[in-house]
């Protein structure tokens, strides 16, 4: 069943940042340097969390500018921000000066759209420009077992769409040759592997984070029927071969940074 966009904002707020965008968001924090900058525009800030804590560790200092990917988005990081009683101020539009540092979240995006998110986003710094987002080696586990519930459900003329999949994760250094393509100067990347767990693989397919955000993504090959069937099987395909233990999956969390040279 679809959720409407404020479904998904709430969900997004409530289990997909805590779950999910933390590995990526805790890395940043481990390895990236905010301090110094007067003004830092934050790309897909998601339902906000992160922007709040950048803006609590900088206070005054800083003018931080979250951009929000919907409205409803946007109102569930406002009201996150009121009950904190922060003052971060989000947006559904990027400001018209550019920022000093710019901080855009990949982490959920799909492979075939990073070159133009990237590109537009790098655009709105003047110095600093840094992203996340999962690469090669993540979701694994996964995909190993999308090949056999392919076949299993009579869908195996689809199995090169999984090869797709796995070739299309970018890689670190594909990352960082993003960044160098984009004119971006001292690229660094640091990257850090990560796991998932669930119970079951019922727990699996039903977690918000696997059902509405990360499926569209990985089956967009599939009609709705065929969706619906691939997952049955795959819920059942992992409580088969897990022998009663949790099933995992991995995420490589990987953050990306440079500078922009100065005209």
């Not at 594909?174 to 990347?189: F, I, R």
């Not at 819920?235 to 922009?260: C, H, L, N, Q, Y």
Request: include cysteine; charge should be negative.
């Amino acid at each position: 069943m679809d959720k409407t966009e404020k479904e998904l904002a709430f969900l997004r707020g409530i289990y997909v940042e805590p779950e999910f965008t933390s590995k990526f968001t805790e890395l940043f924090n481990e390895g990236v340097v905010v301090e110094g900058y007067s003004t830092i525009t934050y790309i897909n800030a998601g339902a906000g969390g992160h922007a709040i804590e950048i803006c609590e560790k900088l206070g005054e200092d800083v003018d931080l500018f979250p951009v929000c990917e919907d409205a409803e988005l946007r109102e569930i990081a406002r009201q996150k921000s009121e009950t904190l009683q922060s003052r971060v101020d989000f947006s559904t539009a990027a400001p018209m000066a550019r920022s000093e540092m710019v901080i855009a979240d990949a982490s959920l995006l799909a492979p075939h759209a990073l070159h133009a998110f990237l590109a537009e986003a790098a655009e709105r710094s003047l110095g600093k420009f840094v992203f996340f987002l999962p690469t090669s080696g993540s979701f694994g586990e996964v995909f190993s077992y999308l090949w056999e519930v392919l076949l299993d459900v009579g869908l195996g003329d689809k199995g090169a769409a999984v090869e797709d999949l796995i070739t299309g994760i970018t890689t670190v250094s594909q990352a960082e040759e993003a960044a160098t393509g984009l004119g971006l100067t001292k690229v660094e990347s640091i990257t850090k592997n990560e796991a998932l767990e669930y119970e079951s693989g019922e727990s699996f397919i039903d977690s918000p984070l696997v059902r509405y955000f990360l499926v569209p993504n990985w089956l967009g090959f599939l009609d709705e029927e065929e969706r619906g069937r691939v997952l049955e099987r795959l819920a059942a395909k992992i409580d088969e071969e897990r022998d009663d233990m949790s099933f995992r999956f991995a995420v490589k969390a990987t953050v990306v940074s440079g500078e922009r040279r100065r005209d």
